[in-house]
T-cell receptor, first 115, second 112 residues
């Protein structure tokens, strides 16, 4: 089975710019979640997509937005980048079932540096 | 607000010993708890899940306990190996929210 893939793996942007990160979910998974992980911290939930709609959001401003496509792949967009947005952005796919406690399958992440 | 605490200091142990990592939480009543392993520069990898009505779960050399009264989970690796060296994250979830809430992780270093 195909795992979760993310692109790009590394990128550098300057303050005020916009960035788009991409994620292909694991085969058979219908749910994609995005997490932000600052250095030395645990991942923080940004939002989740299920059936192409946002289905839960963490404490992130509206300049963080996303999309999920019919093939369950997803994008994370961040506008007006700030220095504090520098982090590892993780995509995780899962299979949503009646009991919402499924394990998350993470990609290797996109390392964003904002200068 | 919800708070999850894991030992911020690295845990150093000798090969063959049992490593015990702690996850404490406050202001939270999770329905389940998960443990992940994360290597430097890589994404977390799922290890174990334990539900609120379970006291203990085992998988090969791994054991997790979950005490909802103490609000604590212990993660044990028996017969540890240098290849077990990594950061271990605990994550809490409930059936209502879609998100997992992660701790900041504990770095384990197993010396040969």
């Amino acid at each position: 089975e195909t795992g979760v893939t993310q692109s790009p793996t590394h990128l550098i942007k300057t303050r005020g710019q916009q960035v788009t990160l991409r994620c292909s979910s694991q085969s058979g998974h219908n749910t994609v979640s995005w997490y932000q992980q600052a250095l030395g911290q645990g991942p923080q939930f940004i939002f989740q997509y299920y059936r192409e709609e946002e289905n839960g959001r963490g404490n992130f401003p509206p300049r963080f937005s996303g999309l999920q496509f019919p093939n369950y792949s997803s994008e994370l967009n961040v506008n007006a980048l700030e220095l504090d947005d520098s982090a590892l952005y993780l995509c995780a796919s899962s299979l949503r079932t009646g009991v919402n406690s499924g394990e998350l399958f993470f990609g290797e992440g996109s390392r964003l540096t904002v200068l | 607000s919800q708070k999850i605490e894991q030992n911020s200091e690295a845990l150093n142990i000798q090969e063959g010993k049992t490593a015990t990592l702690t996850c404490n939480y406050t202001n939270y009543s999770p329905a389940y708890l998960q443990w992940y392993r994360q290597d430097p520069g890589r994404g977390p990898v799922f290890l174990l899940l334990i539900r609120e009505n379970e006291k203990e779960k085992r998988k090969e050399r791994l054991k997790v306990t979950f005490d909802t009264t103490l609000k604590q989970s212990l993660f044990h690796i028996t017969a540890s190996q240098p290849a077990d060296s990594a950061t271990y994250l605990c994550a809490l979830g409930d059936t209502g929210r879609r998100a997992l809430t992660f701790g900041s992780g504990t770095r384990l270093q197993v010396q040969p």
